[in-house]
């Protein structure tokens, strides 16, 4: 029989009591002991909870410490935060101190927790007592943050109230009540809206460059009389003209008829005077025969203006000192007369102070007003577009992206490489081509503003200068994402600011960014769209792809940096590098999950989790508030 055997055949014929009473207190023992094991557990499992609720009440109370905060007042409000979180009767969690340091924005609470024991008690254990400690500091750091905010017209109605509500949020829990010399650290924010581009207001000259500007026209040869507003032209053979005021012109006279509106069969040409009588006379062409309107459309009253020739052929001269312009260079007429859209010319028998105009409407052309050229990087710009013809636009206040592809997805400075003109018709409208049914929050036919009246704030420490930039938001416009994405950037970069030069002072001293790399410095960037990235542009003017605008409003080329979202990933890839050290989060609000612009934004953030999606007004200011806790949050010490 083995060992084992033998003494439990022994224990079951054994009769002594003593052995029982033995085995009963060891037995309450080993109970004890093993119950122990659960009471420690849960005695752990409630510490957690209660440092982390302290922690929490620290980090909650802390703001309180530079205001002044008595001691008592905080233990207070620390011991409901306590009671609160911790949310279970059965167990007693008392603060003992709060001991706020002023000089240091420090605060340290003590406090003690005490569960009752299950089993340990059966050895006179009825509870176990735990201290905790919990220390919090203002954050060390300074913060620069920079928002890219989609304004365009997809946000309209409470989209657009919920991003002006995240914003304002955001804004009041990042940029604090006391900055230097109050305290030692600074919080700044900046911010750059945009649409079909980034208006860059008073900052344009330097980082554009200066436009070229126009030459003033100080006599005009060529033409005679005064401009005359038509009143009438009958449709009959032959055609008659009113003028509202006496024209005083005489019969064989040869004149200039411009702006017409409605029998625009008449507009823009030379003609000559046939039969006068008073205000009236029979229009006749430039070979001397009178004109049949009776097919022709009815006339617009009061659109047209007439002036007569000097001579003939109604060449003009135009005397502008100085003016700078070429033999066959096209420029532009500023014309003073509001009735009438001044348009392009082309230069012939140039001096130093004076030009001839070939094939042009001389009344575009009025003394005092000015002259310009139309090339790129002047007021005006003359280009063929995409229909076949020609049109001349005007510089906005907006900026686009650079041409030259060295530096289209970087924050070199523009007195290296300028950034580029948006250029828009003269009523800074473009004229849409998109369907309303894909478009629906554009007017009917589909029009939006080239340039959004929302202009950039640089680094600022100012809550009011930025909630009355979010104020100023209105939807309108098509999504050209990566210019966005890129002067978020520049507003937070050292580069883009040069020390010299005429290119040399973008901000203010106060909204100068700091140094890439600085010590106890956080550089973030919050990247927000609603949209795929649909616009792009070829010399200021929209690209051929670009998905916004009709063939009269588009360049006959693609952007020589590729699309929108071609140049946002260059961008993200850029300043993504541990060069900048800059934090990215991005949000897309409404973004189709797997579409191209849905990987693009998760790839751009620094890190999955820094990629915030919404579906509705609460989700977004949901990752709006997510993200500026996560910058705002305060170290725990201790």
Same mark, same amino acid.
Do not use: N
């Given at each position: 029989m083995s060992p084992f055997a033998e003494l439990f055949h022994r224990f079951r014929k054994d009769e002594r009591g003593v052995f029982l009473v033995i085995f009963a207190v060891l037995g309450l023992v080993l109970i004890a002991t093993s119950g122990a094991v659960v009471d420690f557990s849960r005695v752990q499992q409630a510490r957690t909870r209660a440092q982390t609720a302290l922690d929490a009440a620290a980090l909650a109370l802390q703001s309180q410490v530079s205001d002044g905060a008595a001691a008592d007042a905080l233990k207070t409000q620390a011991q409901a935060l306590l009671t609160e979180r911790m949310n279970d009767s059965s167990i007693t969690a008392e603060v003992d101190t709060a001991d706020p340091d002023k000089a240091t924005g420090k605060l340290t609470l003590t406090a003690h927790l005490v569960v009752?024991?299950?089993?340990? !008690? $059966?050895?006179?254990?009825?509870?176990?007592?735990? *201290?905790?400690? *919990?220390?919090? #500091?203002?954050?060390?750091? &300074? $913060?620069?943050?920079?928002?890219?905010? &989609? #304004? /365009?017209?997809?946000?309209?109605? %409470? =989209? $657009?109230?919920? $991003? =002006?509500?995240? +914003? @304002?949020?955001? #804004?009041? /829990? +990042? #940029? =604090? &009540?006391? !900055?230097?010399? &109050?305290?030692? /650290?600074?919080? @700044?924010?900046?911010?750059?809206?945009? %649409?079909n581009g980034v208006n860059v207001g008073t900052y344009a000259d330097n980082s554009r460059g200066a436009l070229t500007a126009g030459k003033t026209i100080t006599a005009i040869t060529g033409m005679t009389g005064s401009v005359q507003t038509i009143k009438s032209i009958t449709r009959a053979n032959p055609a008659v003209v009113t003028t509202v005021d006496n024209h005083g012109l005489a019969v064989n006279d040869y004149i200039y008829i411009s702006g017409v509106g409605g029998m625009t069969q008449v507009t823009d040409g030379l003609y000559r005077v046939g039969t006068v009588s008073g205000k009236t006379f029979v229009l006749r062409n430039s070979s001397n025969t009178n004109i049949n309107s009776s097919s022709y459309s009815s006339y617009t009253a009061n659109s047209g203006r007439e002036q007569e020739c000097a001579n003939a052929a109604c060449t003009i001269t135009i005397t502008a000192s100085g003016h700078g312009f070429t033999n066959n260079q096209w420029v532009y007429g500023d014309a003073s007369v509001p009735v009438q859209t001044a348009k392009s010319a082309q230069v012939s028998s140039k001096t130093t102070n004076t030009f001839v105009l070939l094939n042009s409407n001389p009344l575009n052309f009025a003394v005092n007003s000015k002259v310009h050229c139309t090339d790129y990087r002047c007021v005006y710009y003359r280009f063929a577009n995409h229909a076949g013809g020609t049109s001349t636009w005007k510089a906005t206040e907006c900026a686009v992206e650079r041409i030259t592809a060295t530096y289209a997805s970087k924050d070199t400075a523009p007195m290296t490489d300028k950034v580029g003109i948006q250029y828009a018709p003269i009523d800074g409208i473009y004229q849409g081509h998109l369907t309303s049914t894909s478009w629906p929050y554009f007017t009917s036919n589909l029009d939006m503003a080239a340039c959004p009246t929302a202009v950039i704030q640089p680094l600022t420490s100012t809550k009011k200068t930025l909630t009355d930039l979010v104020d100023t938001f209105a939807a309108d416009g098509s999504t050209a994402g990566h210019i966005g994405f890129a002067w978020a950037w520049y507003m937070l970069s050292p580069n883009f600011l040069t020390t010299s030069g005429p290119l040399g002072t973008q901000w203010p001293s106060s909204s100068r960014p700091a140094a890439y790399k600085k010590d106890k410095l956080v550089k973030a960037l919050i990247l927000m769209t609603d949209g795929e990235f649909n616009t792009y542009y070829n010399s200021g003017v929209p690209a051929l792809n670009s998905e916004i605008a009709d063939d009269d409003n588009r360049s006959p080329g693609d952007g020589p940096n590729g699309n929108s979202l071609a140049q946002a990933k260059a961008l993200c890839l850029e300043f993504n590098k541990s060069d900048y050290k800059i934090l990215v989060y991005t949000i897309g609000f409404g973004i189709t999950s797997g579409s191209a612009g849905d990987t693009m934004l998760k790839e751009c953030a620094s890190q999955p989790s820094m990629y915030k999606t919404a579906s509705d007004s609460a989700t977004l200011k949901a990752a709006f508030a997510s993200i500026a806790k996560s910058l705002s949050e305060l170290r725990v010490s201790k």
């Open positions: 009752p024991t299950y089993f340990a !008690q $059966l050895v006179g254990i009825k509870s176990i007592r735990s *201290s905790l400690l *919990s220390e919090v #500091i203002q954050a060390s750091s &300074d $913060l620069e943050v920079s928002v890219a905010a &989609d #304004i /365009t017209g997809s946000m309209a109605g %409470s =989209k $657009l109230t919920a $991003l =002006k509500d995240a +914003l @304002k949020t955001t #804004i009041s /829990t +990042l #940029i =604090k &009540d006391k !900055q230097p010399p &109050d305290v030692a /650290t600074y919080t @700044k924010m900046a911010i750059a809206p945009y %649409s």
